[in-house]
């Protein structure tokens, strides 16, 4: 009976993974500030920016941001 109690509901996980990451997310990741992110990424030409009206993002891959985390190192 205590195991009907306690029975777990099991769903499967998405186990996608995002391909980019915003800077946002990339800065948070990378234990940096954003504007130090920006800074790196327009010096090494690393990141996709996009533009919707008025509106600009850039993005990372992991490989970008791997790249970056051995910038940081040097």
Do not use: W
């Not at 777990?8 to 234990?31: F, I, N, S």
């Not at 791997?66 to 040097?74: A, N």
Request: charged letters at 30%; glycine letters at 6%.
């Amino acid at each position: 009976m205590i195991g009907l109690l306690f029975r777990v509901r099991r769903t499967p996980m998405d186990k996608q993974v995002p391909k980019y990451v915003t800077r946002e997310r990339a800065a948070l990741l990378l234990g940096i500030p954003e504007e130090e992110l920006s800074r790196i990424s327009s010096e090494s030409e690393l990141g996709q920016t996009e533009c919707a009206g008025n509106q600009k993002e850039t993005f990372f891959t992991y490989e970008e941001l791997r790249q970056i985390c051995l910038h940081l190192q040097t």
